[in-house]
Nanobody, 124 residues
């Protein structure tokens, strides 16, 4: 059974940094694409970034380019999201997700597996 467990959220001041982790288990993820999404109150779930597990290639939504970095640790079966220069508009619940067989999965409906989410709040 696939499990994705996020951690690392919290409260941070504008301009600060957080690193989110997504520990994946239950299968081998070679050939999978791992994504991060976020959802603010009253808004739809929004694509943030994905990484293709095998190649390491990535794609970011425009609003986080240059501030967020996704990476993976094959030995730990973990995906990370380093978030720098955080802004109040980055506040949301952040979700880790996994999918396979889709070339450019930037829609929530394209993902098979989801974590429970971790809250990120950017406020002074």
């Amino acid at each position: 059974q696939v499990q994705l467990v996020e951690s690392g959220g919290g409260l941070v001041q504008p301009g600060g940094s957080l690193r989110l982790s997504c520990a994946a288990s239950g299968r081998t993820f070679n050939g999978y694409t791992m994504g991060w999404f976020r959802q603010a109150p009253g808004k739809e779930r929004e694509f943030v970034v994905f990484i293709r597990w095998s190649s390491g290639s990535t794609a970011y939504t425009e609003s986080v380019k240059g501030r967020f970095t996704i990476s993976r640790d094959n030995a730990k079966n973990t995906v990370y999201l380093q978030m720098n220069n955080l802004k109040p508009e980055d506040s949301a619940v952040y979700y880790c997700a996994a999918t396979s067989g889709i070339f450019y999965p930037n829609q929530a409906r394209e993902y098979e597996y989801w974590g429970q989410g971790t809250q990120v709040t950017v406020s002074s």
